[in-house]
């Protein structure tokens, strides 16, 4: 224990911001993500904002991998680069984080192991805002832990003027090759954004092992094809009305062996594509802002358990949403906001059946400055949804400048999330389920729960600022995969009589606490050299007074310390990032799998600039080459090399 203790207190001490790092601690950007535009420290909540230059800079090659960096988010991934990742926040599950793109929801209704497919290229964003704690009263289900809005350039306005782009090749280790290119416009009332990337590497390869049998498993390779492809446009028609449109593609093909199953016979390959559209029309004068939003969603996804027998399970994905809002500001005391959502969601499976489901939500908000240091938001949401009923989810928010360099903050709310079709279907339409396959319960409830938080923001200095959150949240429902006998599963799928399934059900009486740490620093020395130093720490407790063992409940690390760090000398800069992380270890004996109680790793990258156009990179994963898994039996990266050219034109 006195080594994890080291290891984390070193990070906060020697570590880098992952959100300040060229500019420092800014809080002058308006957080979209809380629907009523504020200064992160009017907000009442712990949030980070990752910037487009700081997303440039990290040693990393997709948006999980930058995620991972920031403090307070568990990214679980089951391969590297962006293969597929669970996303978690304080102690939740990898379903209970909400995905927004331009603030339209993309998690997919099949499943949430599939909400870190962001189909968005790295050089279309303009930020990442990343937002702790509950936010369903303004967003409606799955946001329980919290939520990740990735806006785009073309929405968030900030398109150069002119024509110009981008351009990045890379290759690497295990014939990896990385490339990325964006070509935008702007004039006075037309601007637009065509971004692209490619993704692909034979992968590492894994040899055989003997498992506790003897058996011996057969050597694979960790391969992976992911192409990304999106185009974007924004017109003023008028002074006070714009229209804003973006839509994209998303394929992945990949090795998923042992990402759901710890058998020895998975030798399972997925492929999953998704296309993504927002249309987005606003009306804004001196006083009201008026807005229609509408995205759509497609998606499938095949997965093929075994070449060695029929195992393809086939699903469509269709997911609609449509917004409509209306922000009025009363006065400079008082601000409202009002909204009403309208979403359909529906799938198309061989192994889940065919279903849809219809959800309607209304929405208000206030904001109230009772003096120029105190800013109060109280949001009341009514949800409905075929699956669940209805469901009234308030939330209150404030925040207190107590002195120039102290802020308190304070949030307590209620949150929701809906069971999605794997938990309410899966395998509940095949013949003959063998005991220990994960099984659908149709009767599932949402789950509930209800969430606080207390902090500080305390700027010791122009150059430091150290920030401390503690939180509760106590759920009641919440669903896992619980093994349970046949006869108690009742009328559910085609079971042996005698055998134990993982059956979907709502555990009751679900609590976790914890508390956040962050500290950030950052000098400028003179016009060539530039040092940002910053930390984080998480502690997540979580338990049920039942003491049933469940999947994924309590699947999060209990110890998460993230930490980066950046140098600019000259032409020279030099990006190293770190995270530890300490959990229960598990292990699987059919596939000799273990996943150790804690790992740490480093990714670095050293960039030179020849001239204003024209750079390059060196990059190394996993720079110690750890052994590690995020998810037991699949297998993360060892170290991997990739140099890069960049040009700007």
Request: hydrophobic share 40%.
């Given at each position: ?8 207190t070193?990070?906060?001490l ?5 959100q300040?790092q060229?500019?420092?601690?800014v ?10 535009p504020?200064?992160?420290q009017e907000?009442g909540?712990?949030i ?13 090659v997709?948006i999980d991998?930058i995620?991972?960096?920031?403090p307070?988010?568990?990214?679980q991934?089951?391969g590297g680069?962006g ?7 304080r ?7 909400l ?7 993309i ?5 949430g ?12 964003i ?19 832990g919290?939520?990740i809005?990735?806006v785009t350039k ?17 290759i ?9 290119a964006?070509?935008s ?6 601007s ?6 490619i993704n692909?590497?034979?992968g ?27 185009a ?11 229209v ?7 394929y992945?093909?990949f090795?998923a062996r ?8 998975d030798?399972?390959?997925?492929t ?19 807005d229609?939003q509408?995205?759509?969603r497609?998606?499938t996804d095949d997965?093929?358990?075994s070449p ?9 994905m269709q ?12 006065d ?6 009002g ?6 969601r ?5 192994d889940?059946?065919?279903?849809d489901?219809?959800?309607?939500g209304?929405y ?5 400055r ?13 949800d409905?949804d ?14 207190y ?9 304070g ?17 509940n ?7 220990g ?7 599932l ?5 209800w969430?606080?938080?207390?902090g500080a923001?305390?700027r ?13 949240r ?8 619980v ?31 914890g508390?956040?740490?962050?500290l950030i ?12 130093f ?16 469940s999947?994924?409940?309590a699947?999060h690390?209990?110890?998460?310390a ?5 140098v600019?000398?000259g ?6 990032s770190?995270?530890y992380?300490a ?10 799998a273990t ?13 030179f ?20 898994q995020?998810?037991?039996g ?5 170290r991997?090399?990739?140099?890069s ?5």
């Amino acid at each position: 224990m006195l080594r994890k203790i080291t290891a984390i207190t070193a990070l906060i001490l020697l570590s880098a911001s992952v959100q300040s790092q060229t500019k420092g601690y800014v809080d002058t950007v308006e957080v979209t993500g809380t629907q009523i535009p504020l200064r992160i420290q009017e907000t009442g909540r712990n949030i980070s904002v990752i910037s487009a230059e700081v997303i440039r800079e990290m040693p990393a090659v997709s948006i999980d991998e930058i995620l991972q960096f920031v403090p307070g988010v568990e990214v679980q991934s089951r391969g590297g680069f962006g293969v597929q990742a669970n996303i978690l926040m304080r102690g939740s599950t990898f379903t209970q984080v909400l995905i927004l793109v331009d603030g339209m929801r993309i998690n997919d209704p099949l499943t949430g192991h599939f909400n870190g497919y962001i189909p968005v290229a790295k050089d279309e964003i303009e930020r990442i805002e990343v937002l702790r704690g509950p936010a369903a009263a303004m967003y409606g289900p799955d946001a329980m832990g919290g939520l990740i809005n990735i806006v785009t350039k073309t929405f968030a306005g900030t398109t150069p003027e002119g024509i110009g782009g981008t351009a990045d090749i890379g290759i690497g280790s295990n014939r990896h090759i990385n490339g990325a290119a964006s070509v935008s416009g702007r004039n006075d009332r037309f601007s637009w954004n065509v971004s692209g990337m490619i993704n692909n590497a034979d992968g590492e390869r894994i040899p055989g092992q003997i498992n506790a049998d003897g058996d011996a498993l057969e050597p694979f390779r960790t391969f992976f094809e992911m192409h990304t492809v999106g185009a974007s446009l924004a017109y003023k028609i008028k002074d006070n009305l714009r229209v804003k449109f973006r839509t994209s593609y998303d394929y992945r093909d990949f090795n998923a062996r042992y990402f759901y199953t710890n058998l020895a016979s998975d030798k399972a390959v997925e492929t999953v594509s998704q296309s993504f559209s927002v249309m987005h029309l606003e009306q804004v004068t001196a006083k009201r802002r008026s807005d229609l939003q509408v995205s759509y969603r497609y998606s499938t996804d095949d997965y093929t358990f075994s070449p060695d027998f029929p195992s393809t399970n086939s699903h469509v994905m269709q997911f609609t949403n449509v917004i409509t809002n209306h922000l009025w500001e009363v006065d400079d005391r008082l601000m409202l906001k009002g909204g009403v959502q309208f979403t359909h969601r529906q799938i198309a499976s061989n192994d889940r059946g065919n279903h849809d489901d219809r959800h309607t939500g209304v929405y208000a908000m206030a904001l109230y400055r009772p003096a120029e240091s105190l800013h109060i938001t109280g949001s009341i949401r009514a949800d409905y949804d075929e699956n669940y009923g209805l469901e009234y989810l308030p939330q209150l928010n404030f925040s207190y400048a107590h002195s120039e360099g102290l802020t308190l903050r304070g949030a307590a709310g209620r949150s929701i999330r809906a069971a999605d079709y794997t938990e309410r279907f899966v395998s509940n339409n095949l013949s003959n389920l063998t005991p220990g396959r994960s099984l659908g319960n149709p009767d599932l409830l949402a789950e509930v729960s209800w969430s606080q938080e207390i902090g500080a923001d305390i700027r010791l200095s122009p150059s430091l600022m150290v920030k401390a959150t503690g939180f509760l949240r106590q759920g009641d429902r919440l669903i896992d995969y619980v093994l349970t006998p046949a006869s108690v599963i009742g009328n559910v799928g085609d079971l042996d009589p005698e055998g134990e399934y993982f059956f979907a059900r709502n555990i009751a009486d679900v609590r976790a606490n914890g508390a956040e740490l962050e500290l950030i620093y950052t000098k400028r020395i003179n016009e060539r050299r530039r040092m940002t130093f910053s930390g984080g720490y998480t502690f997540v407790n979580t338990y049920n007074r039942d003491g049933v063992v469940s999947v994924y409940i309590a699947n999060h690390a209990r110890h998460l310390a993230t930490a980066s760090a950046m140098v600019t000398e000259g032409r020279w800069s030099l990006n190293l990032s770190t995270l530890y992380k300490a959990r229960d270890a598990r292990a699987a004996e059919g596939i000799n799998a273990t996943l150790d109680p804690d790992y740490m790793l480093w990714n670095g990258n050293v960039g030179f600039r020849i001239s204003e156009n024209f750079s390059l990179s060196a990059q190394v994963m996993n720079i110690f080459d750890t052994a590690y898994q995020n998810i037991l039996g699949a297998p993360m990266p060892g170290r991997w090399l990739i140099g890069s050219v960049h040009v700007r034109f």
